[in-house]
């Protein structure tokens, strides 16, 4: 079992590779097939266990992390603590690089590593065991002394992994799915998620005295550290009254009378902000991320004969709108075989009681504007989860439409109902993939196979 995601690229990534291609017409089958493979080779590179091979090293019994270097004599002991999608996978290339003498592991699925404590925990909402995981890992990281080195994994996810509330559960899970169900963005969802908890917010570097090496797979736009996984080591810049604003904002302020309170402690003093200052004990190193995806996509595509651009990292707005967007652009874009691909992470006003997620909505988004047009254009989510559906993700191209046609399938109806799953469910275009070890967002590609007017 515990060997499932770091070695899952000796077989197709996408499980249904092949029933994806034959989906399309004869003359748009080998771009979809190209597409499928540019996404597959993103995903490989920024896979958690290839990303720390890639990272780190150890050399004369010296550590060296990226272009920093750590001599492994000045510690006694090696712990290994990690939250997150990816953390099993690159938990998996530490052990086979340092000798560690304990660790944990907080992930979404149910692994095992040798000599690693491994917790199967709820994602998005966090559940008892998150808490109890997370009571299990401080055990770990307040006996770790300065003498020590704590090696610390953090992943996309981590914000629910680990978790101290200062607030009970029920109220911490009804928060967060209010902010989730209005399409609030990453950073103001973690703002609020910050200031109620005991560990997020730089607050999990004041429980531990050992060296920390942090190594991020980061989840969030331009790897601003102290939103990933909430910034548990890092000084956090948000205050209480920036959690407020954020709860007035989306009208969540109010209902919750114990997130009030502790809200108002903060403001008035009572309770301690989070900390301002960085860590002097704390290294934190960015390994993977979705430039690092997009950038490999661009470089298999080249190899494929296409003029490729990465157009953004930084995608964000509403899924739906910003599809329509993707492929406006594409018409435009003055060049022949061009493979177009953008990263980021969208949001989507959840008001229907439907399956699916931002990639699927920003495809179906898309759906009508590209028909009849010689393009393939596809939007998937890194960590092979797209919103509250099974896929990772769709793919589609001018002549989807004719198909959604002729099952009767209405993009507009679908969207209402934010069943964007369903939609590509029947129309056999749903992306689904095995585990990939990493969460770096999300990342689109589009193929135009030939100028178009």
């Avoid at 403001?267 to 900390?275: A, N, Q, R, V």
């Avoid at 022949?336 to 992470?345: H, P, S, W, Y």
Wanted: proline share 2%; glycine share 8%; hydrophobic share 40%.
């Amino acid at each position: 079992m515990g060997l499932s995601i770091a070695f899952c690229f000796c077989i197709v990534l996408i499980k249904n590779f092949d029933s994806l291609v034959t989906n399309a017409p004869p003359h748009l089958k080998k771009a979809r097939r190209d597409a499928l493979h540019m996404l597959e080779r993103a995903l490989y590179k920024v896979n958690g266990y290839n990303a720390v091979h890639s990272a780190i090293s150890v050399d004369d019994s010296f550590l060296r992390v990226k272009e920093e270097s750590f001599s492994l004599k000045s510690f006694e002991n090696i712990y290994l603590l990690g939250f997150g999608k990816a953390s099993v996978a690159m938990a998996q290339a530490i052990k086979e690089i340092l000798p560690i003498k304990k660790g944990c592991i907080i992930t979404n699925e149910k692994e095992k590593i040798e000599g690693i404590n491994v917790y199967q925990a709820s994602h998005p909402l966090p559940g008892k065991k998150n808490i109890h995981a997370t009571e299990e890992l401080l055990k770990i990281g307040e006996k770790a002394s300065k003498k020590d080195l704590v090696i610390l994994l953090i992943s996309g996810g981590g914000s629910s992994f680990l978790c101290k509330p200062r607030i009970s559960l029920n109220g911490l899970k009804k928060v967060t799915k209010m902010l989730m169900l209005a399409g609030c963005t990453i950073e103001e969802l973690n703002t609020v998620r910050k200031h109620l908890s005991f560990v997020k917010g730089g607050q999990l570097a004041k429980k531990i005295k050992a060296k920390i090496i942090a190594l991020i797979i980061s989840d969030v736009i331009e790897d601003k550290l102290e939103f990933i996984a909430s910034g548990p080591v890092v000084a956090d810049t948000t205050t209480y009254s920036d959690a407020q604003y954020i709860l007035k904002k989306y009208e969540i302020w109010g209902k919750i009378k114990e997130i009030d309170e502790i809200i108002m402690k903060g403001i008035k003093g009572e309770i301690d902000e989070t900390p301002k200052e960085e860590f002097e004990h704390v290294h934190s190193f960015i390994i993977a991320n979705n430039e690092m995806a997009c950038k490999e996509a661009q470089k298999k595509a080249k190899g494929m004969g296409y003029y490729a651009k990465v157009v953004t990292t930084s995608l964000t707005g509403e899924a739906k709108e910003l599809g329509k967007a993707i492929v406006e652009y594409a018409k435009i874009f003055p060049r022949e075989k061009a493979a177009l691909i953008f990263g980021g992470e969208t949001t989507v006003v959840v008001k229907g009681k439907g399956k699916g997620g931002r990639n699927q909505e920003l495809v179906l988004g898309a759906i009508k504007e590209i028909e009849g047009k010689d393009i393939v254009f596809l939007s998937c989510g890194t960590d092979g989860k797209d919103g509250n559906s099974d896929a990772a993700g769709a793919i589609i191209d001018g002549y989807s439409m004719e198909r959604a046609k002729e099952k009767d399938l209405s993009p507009d109806v679908f969207l209402q109902n934010n069943d964007s799953f369903t939609f590509f469910e029947k129309l056999g275009d749903a992306i689904f993939t095995a585990q990939t070890g990493t969460n770096v967002m999300d990342v689109q590609i589009v193929i135009k196979q030939q100028p178009l007017s």
